[in-house]
């Protein structure tokens, strides 16, 4: 009681005390960061900010929706997916105002017609099925609360109306003109017949060669638009999983055995031994499996390919009763019981599909009525019945089926995974039984191709786990590595440990993927973090895998490639141009013979080359050689050319020019061809020449 008087009499005291520790501790943290406010913009694009809020709405948006593969993106891939919609509508959009590109109340509705979730959509279509203007205006006039789902489509709409007008503008501008057409008829045409030497670099070895990280340093600098480099952190690491120890499988090892056998264990209620039924005598094999497995019982039927290769014949040649194990298949140590096998579990089947316009699945590659369909599938029926070898012919042309690719073969399945009537002939008929079912996707011309014997297996499986010691322990010795490794130098505590030091990551910003560890976004956001310094340690917690200790070894700053990351980029191009410097020193001479013969070679013939198809019969493309050609005078040798695979030396024997033509269309049309391609280089040209500062790392 006296201790309780005492603490109330000083209690002003004690909330004094706190207050000021805690007033310190907000100063202390307004100093270290020198009284700045966090900035609110994820970045900038041409000196536009992106403010946070309407960004972070965005990629919620965007993280709701299943990408192309049906999986829902990550924050960070949704966060990736919106910075670069923020960035080409940023750029995009100021092409439009430069140009004076408007749009038009029609061209939105044609623009908002184009998406199904309108165009198609039941509430804004007529009694003919057509896209009706006004009953959309009305829905959204008697929906007032859907009003930023419309300003959200009407935006899009905008852009993308725009974008169909900007896109015409270029398509017009990128003109072809008759000149251009004569110079590629005459490029593909005009041909050039020349003698050659040819001193190939490979002909002196590569070890001869050195190049170091000045000359790589200096080519990378001469050609800085083609080796630019983001900004990276690497950050190299240790592991310590957090897996089961010896002691956790054999008390795994323990409890199957129980299992197997039957076990007597103390009944903490009853206070007497109970003896437990045993896997070998279970009289309700699913019911002792759903009570004891952490893997659910499975009754369909397995074909032998589909078990575990490792216990594939094992199990699939077990009687029916006999039990094997245990085994540890993965992360499991498991019991597996025979319930019997059957014979033609699994079935192989090939078709050809027949539909016709308006029945439900794939759309026919023609039009017919069902009538029609079934002339052709019976048609195709008689085809194959008189020459079986011609089904995947007949899949390939006529199916209209996605599996007409693979010649209408459909895998192995198992039963009443196909349409009934498909189901009922495959699995009623023999292997090589060919016929035709209709189904609600149309006429199928079935082909039985193979049939698989499957086992039944009942299974009790138990998780090999790493106990609360085991966890405990690696927590223990990931501390204390991270406390060590703060001190003293990461690779000399983790030999000690006998521990493995992984190679550096490089990771980006917005990188999330942190090597065989998987996606660890905290990582890579603590190495980006201003506090962190290189040669900072800290320990990071990763569920289902243990700790990684890791460690900020470099930052490299935004600008040019290090002569490390472009090494192997570049070194062999300025390993033949030092090549070439050597072969150049012997490659004098008035006559080709003689420079053949200083360089213990032969002439070789060029016939007909066209710049067009610069290649040299088995040596490949040599532009620089046949432009060389084409731009020499006859008999006369050139001086030595460094072309793609080695120095060579010419000398023109004779042009033939292509005769003219009245008009050069075909090759105008070919070039229009390339030119329409122009819309889609306009996005990373602007890109290039944007000045844009990203700052997502900081949010995310």
């Known amino acids: ?155 899009d709409a905008e852009i993308n109306s725009k974008f169909a007008i900007y896109s015409t503008l270029i398509k017009a501008g990128m003109y072809t003109t008759a000149a251009e057409g004569k110079f590629k008829y005459e490029m593909e045409t005009n041909k050039v017949n020349f003698d050659y030497v040819a001193v190939p670099y490979s002909s002196i070895k590569d070890s001869d060669v050195k190049v170091t990280d000045a000359d790589i340093l200096e080519y990378v600098k001469k050609n800085e638009k083609r080796y630019k480099a983001e900004e990276t952190r690497e950050i190299e690491y240790v592991l310590i999983e957090d897996k089961p120890s010896k002691a956790d499988q054999d008390e795994v090892k323990a409890k199957i055995d129980g299992l197997l056998n039957g076990s007597i264990v103390f009944n903490t209620q009853t206070k007497v031994n109970d003896t437990l039924p045993s896997f070998k005598n279970a009289t309700n094999v699913a019911e002792f499996v759903g009570a004891n497995s952490e893997v659910p019982y499975d009754s369909t039927y397995v074909a032998k390919q589909d078990l575990p290769a490792q216990f594939a014949d094992a199990l699939y040649n077990l009687p029916a009763g006999e039990i094997y194990g245990p085994y540890i298949n993965g992360n499991y140590y498991s019991l597996s019981k025979s319930m019997g096998k059957k014979s033609g579990a699994k079935a192989k089947a090939s078709h050809v599909l027949i539909s016709w316009e308006g029945i439900q699945g794939p759309t026919p590659k023609e039009k017919r009525t069902k009538e029609e369909a079934k002339v052709k599938a019976d048609a195709i029926l008689a085809r194959v019945l008189a020459n079986p070898g011609s089904f995947m012919m007949e899949a390939l042309t006529n199916s209209d089926d996605s599996s007409a690719q693979q010649g209408g073969d459909l895998g192995y399945f198992g039963p009443n995974q196909m349409v009934k009537p498909f189901n009922d002939f495959v699995f009623n008929n023999s292997i090589g039984k060919i016929g035709l079912v209709e189904s609600e996707f149309g006429y199928h011309i079935i082909n039985v191709t193979d049939k698989q014997d499957a086992v039944r297996l009942a299974t009790v499986a138990v998780k090999i786990e790493p106990s609360e010691t085991t966890t405990n322990t690696m927590y223990t010795k990931a501390t204390k590595f991270e406390m060590d ?36 976004r905290q990582i890579i956001k603590w190495a980006y973090d201003k506090k962190t310094s290189v040669g900072d340690v800290k320990r990071f917690e990763v569920v289902n895998v243990g700790n990684v200790i890791a460690r900020l070894k470099k930052v490299n700053e935004k600008g040019l490639m290090t002569a490390e990351d472009a090494r192997p980029l570049v070194e062999g191009i300025i390993k033949n141009k030092k090549k070439a410097e050597k072969i150049m020193t ?113 949010f995310y």
């Not at 943290?29 to 609110?40: A, E, P, T």
């Not at 017609?113 to 008697?142: H, M, T």
């Open 1 to 155: 009681m006296a201790v309780l008087s005492n603490i109330r009499k000083r209690s002003a005291l004690l909330i004094g005390i706190i207050a000021f520790a805690l007033l310190a501790f907000i100063v202390q943290d307004l100093f270290s960061n020198g009284f700045k406010s966090q900035s609110n913009e994820v970045g900038s694009i041409n000196g536009k900010d992106i403010a946070f809020d309407d960004f972070r709405i965005k990629v919620a948006n965007t993280e709701k929706n299943p990408g192309q593969n049906g999986q829902t993106p990550t924050t960070i891939q949704a966060a990736e997916q919106v910075w670069n919609q923020e960035i080409a509508v940023a750029l995009i959009s100021d092409q439009f105002e430069k140009a004076g590109i408007k749009t038009t109340d029609k061209h939105l509705i044609d623009n908002l017609k184009k998406d199904q979730n309108i165009g198609q959509n039941p509430a804004f279509l007529n009694e003919l099925g057509k896209f009706d203007l006004n009953k959309f205006k009305e829905y959204f006039k008697s929906n007032p609360q859907q009003k930023e789902f419309l300003e959200s489509k009407e935006k």
């Open 485 to 520: 490794a703060n001190e003293k130098d990461f690779a000399a505590v983790a030999k000690a440990e006998k521990l493995t030091v992984n190679p550096a990551i490089k990771a980006k910003p917005m990188d999330e993927a942190f090597g065989a560890v998987g996606n660890q």
């Open 586 to 698: 012997k490659m004098s001479g008035t006559s080709l013979e003689t420079i053949a013969k200083n360089n213990k070679t032969t002439v070789l013939n060029s016939a007909a080359s066209t710049v067009d198809n610069a290649v040299l019969p088995n040596v490949g493309m040599e532009t620089k050689v046949v432009g060389t050609a084409f731009g020499s005078a006859v008999n006369k040798v050139s001086a030595p050319i460094e072309g793609a695979s080695g120095v060579y030396v010419v000398k023109t024997k004779s042009v033939t020019k292509a005769p003219k033509l009245p008009k050069y269309d075909d090759f105008v049309n070919k070039l229009k061809g390339n030119a329409a391609q122009g819309v889609g280089r306009v996005l990373p040209a602007l890109k290039t020449n944007a000045d844009i500062k990203d700052s997502r790392v900081d």
